[in-house]
């Protein structure tokens, strides 16, 4: 090991030796290519010593945790494995130095902190490898030697990466003074994204291609290879076509591995070339839609903070404050994180308490934004808001404000929105407002000032936007269909109940079978008593509207209830509801959901079951058979359906059949009833049979084959 | 059947998919299961690539996938109008085989029920590793295999098929399914694992607070034949469980989360739970086990305007009778519109595996708990039957008390609710027709009582009791 | 025993304690770089959530979803080529080798077909709209179309969950939950985030509700899906029988309970469920006023169509929105189903344009003239673009289209966006591109910003990494920033 180490202290003291000669003799040196290269590693090896110089420090920081043999070795080979490192590290960037095209000042606090820090390590090693005794001087040499990596290290980033570029996101670097009115678009905009992604090679300490893009002056004279844009034309300035060209070129910038330009940027600066590469015109100079505005606008955002902010010449309010003087019913919040401007919303009228504006009074200096929409607030009120001298947006939409004493709101010099829409102010009262000096739109919708009065405002107050009815259709429309309230069957004692959601509507209907129109038809007053399973059809009219579609319904009523229901066929196996019980479980189905347990279906076999009404039957006359329409689905009425009767549950006789009708074309799918009125009779038993259609008819899709038959619920009268 | 398992992830039923890029779908499915649920580790991130913290390569995650790739299925058996409950493979079950072996099933339909399964086709496909996890960007061919890390996996050991797998798994040497397993018991009692990270055991998940006690719950539960019956007791029969959760302020201060478990624990109930409860204690539940799923009271129009209109689900169609009162565990989940008053007490909505459900505290939970109908049937239901009881209210009181929240209540809270109770029967006396709708609800059959003032009195005391906080939580 | 405790509490080894202390160090570092008040504003308590980090542009947002993505052909990408090349095969050039769905795929040809309807120009902007959108056109000064939207999915599905999400498989919050995490609620009485559903009368695909999830946010952030029924909000409604006095009275009895049991357990919870059956007791009384429609005087009825007052329809749900904005819901997601025209374009096209047109720019209108415009930003569009090829059997007067998601139009208007625009370009085949491309997550980059958000900025912790709307993608479009 002593041999080895040997060796290496005197490879080191050769490079040393070296360094410290081609250093005096730096302004003669002709750089072979192959060295060249050599020290394009410089950016490379460095890494090395910065490592090996942090380890060996933590090491000795813990020698402790190892024997004192052990502990030296250690030692012994970090410093030589850091002052070979340093000392090659130090020559390739000698070289590196020689070849690049750097500016003077920092360059050399550069070179000779790094050459100092190779020779400073060199030395330790020496000391250490020889000397047992001195604990103080290694130990400070070796602090120093930190010291010294890190003025090596820190100017040497300043030469790849710019000045001020480790603290450019926390310092930042004077933009406030900058405003839109103070600044050119250059600088708001153009500069910054050059900042970003140029200036750490094109800066006045490092001058890659002779570029110096930090300065206007400089920026504007180009590089080595002349100037970096022609005017109005971005596709032939260099800067523009090195930014396009494939990023492995050599020429393209910014270079591989660096940090490149955002669509958006390149955009950018394509559009400042186009319109004349113009150091000096201000934002606004520029036209509202004209592209470059555009874009700089979305960076400007994204770098200077709003100009408003510093407009802002009061403290925020406490955080304490803020959260105290927030309730459920009145939220207060700064704009945005960090921002001393407050907004306030009141919310839920019946919890407005005058107080609860009054209250605001603590953040009257920060408060910006104030929305009462809705709130009960009046004449009266407005002295409070008056107070708030820093407001800038007002909206009392919808409050009871009718404008007597509105002109104390003249103390709000920053106002520059008041909305007033569906309040009940008049032209004149809010005439009183419209000079102050910020104002800059009004909504008046729905409040008693009319259009001409509007027009007048409008040419009195060029500068006021004025909000008023943008609504102007005057066509007439038709009215939604009144809603059935009832849900499912009607119960026995219950009445139908209809609505309409716009409040002065007449519903007219019928439950006969006629249509009801604007002038026949019953009117709606009070619920409909309904006995028996009928078919209401309703309309809704209103003067200035046209009258609803026709709402057209089934409402199926309770009956008298079966004691016993059986089914003589089985249902269908893949509809098998659940069985008899279905029949009469009081529960109905949907035509577009038949596996449920409300429907039974057939088809091989003909719906036949049998009714049993115990020792005391009823007197019914009617029976309605409620059955599923979806002819899509091969859902047709019964073909036939026959009614049987007897107190003998062996002999019973028919007692009608009916013949329902078929459809002659497909139609939307729905709930049907069918009638089937007999003689009233009491008998114990009834048998009801439908028939599905054998045959489904030539239209159909499916003609030929054979229909199906659904039903859910029997109902007997 | 169990394989079912596996099978059960989302399936897309949307005409003009790429069946491929959906098949991959599932399987991966398949993997990121089996990884956070029996591995606990964060599989799915080997998806695209290797995995940043744990020794998981995509090719780990590959060789993984291939057990599960060997399924003969597709990306799509049908659109909405073609669609069957069981895409193929699937198996049939007739009530046969349920008398004879399958006795533990509780199959209701006569006809034979059909069942997907998983089932390696003859033909080997070839699983690739997937660039980027891009269902078409194959690289190479992969072979069936396990991460090295946990366990070798050597198929001539194991065995070259899933069975192979579920040996590897469940190998003494294997050190995760055990541990995985009973810190998520632990969690489901505690409501917190002992590895809090229950879903994550690798570099990026937090270390075990009491990694012995971890290691002996596993040990133990490996070594009586993965017993969870017995590991369930070891746990409730814990001196640790048993602990009452009463936090005095010092160890508020200490340990706020409990991590030391220096008390019993104090969580709220899962969705499924708060349900539970409610049946339970009003007498409504029915204890079937098994069955098809049902579907219980929901609000309408939720599910109707968020489903396409086709298929045979287009309508919620709601069950009566004893289906209304069975245990959470068997509502009816439709993966696009779960069932909402289970969601907003975090219930989940069976996307993807999920080891570990919030408890969240939000206003939705205080509506749902106030107004659903379940929750008003409950309390109704419980009144009627300590009205049709000889006792006095106090004991009424103190029974529907008992039952809600197993213990007595104090001095002060009994004085409150006969407070309360009087207050009301004036309230209800004054209008006797508010008395008469509030116990109306549910669909439950009514007890005929005719005193229905104080029904209505008692009623509204029981729903208060429900809506404790301790009612929902386990103290 | 105390060190024997604490060992064993934070189950120390060296080499573990050096793993933490590094990883401790590193992710304080990361952090700091994430949240830039850390240091600079000690003395305030971090606030990182619930306010915007800058000033915003918009305070709340309406997004008109219109489910199973609406043709742009037939609505506002107007492209005469089509008409004039109608029945011509789609040149390969054009489409370069472009996946298509499982429906066309196997299709043999692909002939170009113009749309049915008229296009005419309107307003100062000169805007391009089809017929069938009467209403919209009168408004599209108050409009930026953004005709390059781009996405990645070509299914309903994930392109649904890719625009709502920023992930084409589910799991991760919505657009909705993100802006209730980080901006919070601004009227503690409702909801941040609010879903209303109808459907239209064309081909329907079904919506989710993994559409507006939480993901792994707290479920308070999950989207409060309304009914499409009269009682819009869920268990809102007190039980039969009772009214809010004895409501109320039955919550101090309950407090008083609770609060009992606070004295014995101590547990923090038990506070914050008192809380939040205040709040549940006040949403009930804010939201039947907002729902309450009928107080809505004539001419607002008008504007909407008389549909506005039937509960469930899409103008209803505008109408509501508008409502629910009003009383400060940052994000209300309506949407509308029925978009998805395979087929019989001309028969189901005017008839879903119809339910939308008039209650969309009644919307518009409505917030402008209250003055909400300027704070709502409001969005309409779908999920994909539809092709400009045919889909099926070749007609030039019934014909269908297939998903096209390499170039849609959306539209934005209000809220901080530049009025009487329209941003990108597709080529004159409206297939590809041109110019200023927009991919759904700059889409999303860019409302993040629009409500005072950093898109990188606003990032959630889960299973080991940092989440965000954009995952690791989404650059701002500054072209359309007012």
């Not at chain 1, 394009?40 to 813990?62: D, N």
């Not at chain 3, 170039?407 to 329209?422: E, H, L, R």
Request: proline content about 5%; some cysteine.
């Amino acid at each position: 090991m002593q041999r080895a180490i040997r060796f290496f202290i005197n490879v080191i003291f050769f490079i040393q030796v070296l360094l410290i000669f081609l250093l005096f003799f730096e302004n003669r040196i002709q750089l072979p290519v192959w060295l060249q290269v050599a020290g394009r590693m410089h950016p490379m090896v460095l890494h090395l010593p910065i490592g090996i110089l942090i380890g060996l420090f933590v090491f000795l920081i813990f020698r402790n945790m190892f024997t004192r043999k052990q502990f030296r070795k250690v030692i012994l080979l970090c410093l030589v494995m850091s002052s070979i490192s340093a000392s090659i590290t130090a020559l390739f960037g000698f070289f590196l130095s020689i070849s690049g095209d750097y500016g003077t000042s920092s360059i050399q606090q550069h070179k000779f902190s790094g050459v100092a820090l190779s020779v400073i390590s060199f030395f330790l090693l020496v000391w250490y490898s020889n000397v047992k005794k001195g604990e103080i001087v290694f130990y400070s040499s070796m602090l120093f030697t930190i010291l010294l990596l890190f003025l090596a290290g820190h100017t040497g980033s300043v030469l790849t990466h710019g000045e001020n570029f480790i603290f450019e996101p926390v310092s930042s670097k004077g933009h406030e003074n900058l405003t839109v009115e103070n600044a050119s678009l250059y600088q708001l905009a153009v500069m910054p994204v050059l900042e970003r992604k140029c200036f750490s090679c094109h800066n006045e300490s490092k001058a890659k291609g002779k570029l110096i893009m930090t300065t206007v002056e400089k920026f504007k004279l180009g590089g080595e290879n002349g100037k970096e844009w022609i005017e109005g034309n971005p596709d032939s300035s260099r800067m523009i076509q090195n930014i396009y060209l494939p990023l492995k070129d050599d020429e393209h910038m910014p270079p591989d591995g660096k940090p490149q330009l955002a669509p958006h940027e390149i955009s950018l600066l394509e559009a400042w070339i186009k319109s004349g590469a113009d150091f000096e015109k201000k934002l606004f100079e520029f036209d509202e839609t004209d592209t470059l505005r555009l874009l700089a606008t979305s960076i400007i955002n994204s770098v200077v903070k709003d100009p408003k902010d510093d407009a802002y010449p009061f403290k925020p309010a406490s955080a304490d404050l803020i959260k105290r003087i927030n309730t459920p019913f009145r939220t207060v919040f700064p704009l945005y994180i960090n921002s001393p401007a407050l907004q306030a919303d009141f919310f839920v009228k019946e919890a407005f308490k005058i107080n609860s504006l009054e209250e605001l009074k603590e953040i009257k200096d920060q408060l910006v934004i104030l929305n009462l929409s809705k709130m009960p607030i009046t004449d009266g009120d407005i002295k409070v808001i008056s107070q708030f001298s820093n407001l800038e947006q007002l909206n009392l939409n919808f409050t009871s404000i009718k404008g007597e004493g509105i002109s104390a709101l003249k103390s709000l010099p920053n106002l520059e929105s008041l909305s007033l829409s569906g309040t009940s102010i008049g032209k004149d009262k809010l005439n009183e407002v419209l000079s102050l000096p910020a104002l800059s739109e009004v909504f008046i919708w729905n409040t008693p000032i009319n259009e001409s009065e509007v027009l007048e405002l409008q040419q009195a107050y060029p500068k006021i936007e004025f909000i008023h009815t943008l609504f102007k259709d005057t066509s007439t429309l038709a009215l939604s269909k009144p809603i059935l309230v009832n849900e499912g069957i009607i119960k026995i004692g219950d009445l139908l109940q209809l609505k309409h959601t716009m409040p002065g509507v007449v519903i007219r209907y019928s439950i006969d079978g006629s249509i009801p129109d604007s002038v026949s038809g019953f009117v709606y007053e009070n619920p409909i008593d309904v006995k028996e399973t009928v078919k209401l059809q309703a309309i809704a009219c209103k003067g200035g509207w046209f009258c609803s579609k026709l709402l057209d319904v089934i409402c199926f009523v309770e009956g008298y209830k079966p004691n016993q229901v059986t089914l003589l066929k089985p249902a269908d196996k893949q509809y098998p509801g659940q069985g008899a019980s279905s029949l009469t479980d009081g529960r109905k189905g949907f035509t577009d959901v038949l596996k449920e347990p409300s429907w039974l279906g057939f088809r091989e076999n003909a719906f036949e079951a049998k009714f049993n009404f115990g020792d005391s039957p009823p007197t019914i006359h009617k029976i309605v058979l409620s059955y599923a329409d979806n002819l899509g689905g091969y859902i047709f009425p019964p073909s036939e359906v026959e009614v049987w009767g007897g107190n003998n549950s062996e002999e019973l006789k028919l007692l009608t059949i009916i013949k329902s009708e078929q459809p002659e074309a497909y139609r939307p799918q729905r709930m049907r009833a069918l009638d089937l009125t007999i003689d009233p009779s009491n008998f114990l038993n009834y048998k009801i049979v439908a028939k599905p259609l054998s045959v489904l008819p030539q239209w159909h899709s499916g003609k030929g084959q054979k229909g199906w038959f659904f039903v859910d619920e029997i109902f007997f009268y | 059947m169990a394989t079912g398992f596996n099978r059960n992830h989302k399936i897309t039923q949307e005409g003009g998919i790429i069946d491929e890029e959906y098949r991959v779908e599932y399987v991966s499915d398949r993997t990121n299961t089996f990884g956070k649920a029996f591995l606990a580790l964060t599989f799915e991130c080997a998806h695209c690539h290797d995995h940043k913290y744990d020794p998981i390569s995509q090719k780990d995650y590959y060789r993984t996938f291939a057990f599960f790739n060997r399924v003969p299925e597709k990306g799509l058996v049908g659109d909405i109008s073609l669609a069957s409950l069981a895409d193929p493979p699937r198996i049939k079950i007739t009530s046969q085989e349920i008398n004879d072996i399958l006795t533990f099933i509780n199959k209701k339909d006569t006809t034979p029920v059909e069942v997907m399964v998983m089932k390696d086709s003859t033909w080997k496909r070839p699983t690739y590793v997937l660039t980027r996890g891009v269902y078409d960007a194959h690289g190479e061919v992969v072979d069936i295999g396990l991460p090295s890390e946990i366990l070798l996996f050597d198929s001539t050991v194991y065995g070259n098929n899933r069975l192979g797998l579920a040996k590897w798994l469940f190998d003494k040497n294997n050190p995760l399914t055990a541990r995985v397993f009973v810190n998520r018991m632990w969690q489901e009692f505690f409501g917190r694992g002992l590895v809090k990270t229950s879903g994550d055991f690798g570099m990026q998940g937090e270390m075990p607070s009491h990694p012995q006690l971890l290691d002996w719950l596993a040990v133990d539960f490996r070594e009586h034949g993965w017993d969870i019956k017995r590991l369930i007791k070891q746990i409730v029969t814990s001196s640790t469980y048993k602990q009452s959760s009463v936090a005095s302020e010092q160890k508020r201060a200490t340990d706020p989360d409990n991590i030391l478990l220096a008390r019993g624990p104090r969580t709220r109930l899962t969705a499924e739970g708060v349900r539970d409860l409610a049946l339970a204690s009003s007498g409504l539940l029915v204890t079937e086990v098994g069955g098809p799923s049902v579907k219980v009271y929901q609000p309408k129009g939720i599910w109707e305007s968020s489903t396409s209109g086709r298929g045979v689900l287009a309508r919620y169609v709601q069950d009566h009778g004893e289906n209304l009162y069975r245990r959470g565990l068997y509502s009816f989940i439709k993966r696009t519109v779960p069932p909402p008053g289970m969601l907003v007490f975090d219930g989940s909505n069976r996307d993807q595996c999920e080891v570990n459900r919030m408890r969240t505290n939000t206003p939705l939970q205080a509506l749902v708990l106030l107004n659903e109908p379940l929750m008003l049937e409950a309390s109704r239901v419980f009144a009627e039957r300590l009205m049709v009881e000889q006792s006095t209210p106090e004991e009424k009181v103190r029974k529907a008390f008992q039952s809600i929240l197993c213990r007595q209540p104090k001095k002060e809270e009994l004085a409150l609710l006969l407070t309360y109770y009087e207050e009301e029967k004036v309230g209800f006396n004054q209008s006797p027709v508010k008395a008469k709708k509030y116990i109306e609800a549910g669909e439950y059959q009514h007890e005929k009582i005719n005193d229905v003032i104080s029904l209505a009195a008692l009623m509204q005391v029981v729903q208060t009791i429900y809506n404790m906080d301790e009612a929902i939580t386990k103290t | 025993m105390s060190k024997e405790f604490i060992d064993h509490r934070f189950h120390i080894t060296r080499r573990h304690f050096l793993g933490k202390v590094s990883l401790g160090l590193g992710s304080v570092a990361l952090g700091s770089l994430l949240i830039p008040d850390l240091f600079s504003n000690s003395d305030e308590p971090l606030q990182t959530l619930g306010l915007p980090h800058f000033a915003p542009k918009a305070k709340r947002i309406i997004y008109l979803f219109q489910n199973g993505a609406p043709s742009q052909l037939e609505s506002f990408d107007y492209k005469p080529m089509l008409n004039k090349m109608t029945g011509e095969e789609l040149p390969a050039s054009v489409r370069m080798g472009q996946r298509l769905t499982g429906m066309t795929s196997g299709q043999a040809k692909f002939p170009l077909v113009g749309s049915h309807f008229k296009f005419n120009q309107y307003g100062k902007s000169g805007a391009w709209v089809s017929e069938i959108f009467p209403n919209i056109a009168k408004v599209v000064d108050d409009i930026c179309f953004i005709k390059s939207m781009h996405t990645e999915a070509i299914n309903h599905d994930p392109a649904l969950t890719f625009m709502q999400t920023g992930a084409q498989q589910g799991n991760r919050p919505s657009m909705g939950a993100w802006m209730s995490y980080g901006l919070g609620s601004e009227n503690k009485n409702l909801p941040a985030y609010c879903v209303l559903l109808s459907r239209g009368r064309g081909n329907g695909q079904g919506v989710y509700s993994k559409l507006w999830t939480n993901g792994f946010l707290d479920s308070v952030h999950q989207g409060v899906q309304f009914s499409s029924s009269e009682e819009r909000v869920l268990y809102l409604k007190d039980p039969e029988g009772r009214d809010r006095a004895d409501r109320r009275k039955m919550l101090d009895n309950l407090a008083q309970l609770n609060d009992m049991n606070y004295k014995e357990f101590g547990d923090p919870e038990i506070q914050t469920r008192v809380q939040q059956y205040e709040m549940a007791f006040r949403m009930q009384t804010a939201v039947p006023e907002l729902t309450d429609l009928s107080k809505e005087p004539d001419n607002i009825i008008k504007m909407y169509g008389a549909d506005c007052l039937v509960p469930g329809t899409y103008a209803a749900n505008c109408l509501l929105a508008r409502k629910l904005s009003e009383a400060g819901v940052r994000f209300v997601q309506l949407y509308h189903q029925g978009w998805d025209q395979h087929g019989n374009m001309t028969g189901e096209m005017p008839l879903q344009a119809q339910d939308v047109d008039r209650a969309t720019a009644a919307l518009i209108m409505d917030l402008k003239q209250r003055g909400l415009l300027d704070e709502t930003l409001v969005i309409w569009g779908g999920e994909f673009g539809r092709t400009n090829y045919c889909q099926g059997k070749f007609s030039a007067e019934n014909y269908g289209r297939d998903h096209h998601p390499r170039a849609y139009t959306i539209w934005m208007a209000g809220g901080g966006v530049k009025p009487g625009i329209t941003y990108g370009e597709s080529d004159e085949f409206g297939y590809n591109i041109i110019r200023d491309p927009v991919h759904v997550n700059d889409f999303h980059a860019t409302i993040l910003h629009l409500m005072g958000l950093n898109h990188e900025q606003l990032t959630y912790k889960h299973l080991g990494r940092r989440y965000r709307l954009t995952d690791v993608a989404g650059k701002l479009v500054p072209g359309i920033l007012a």
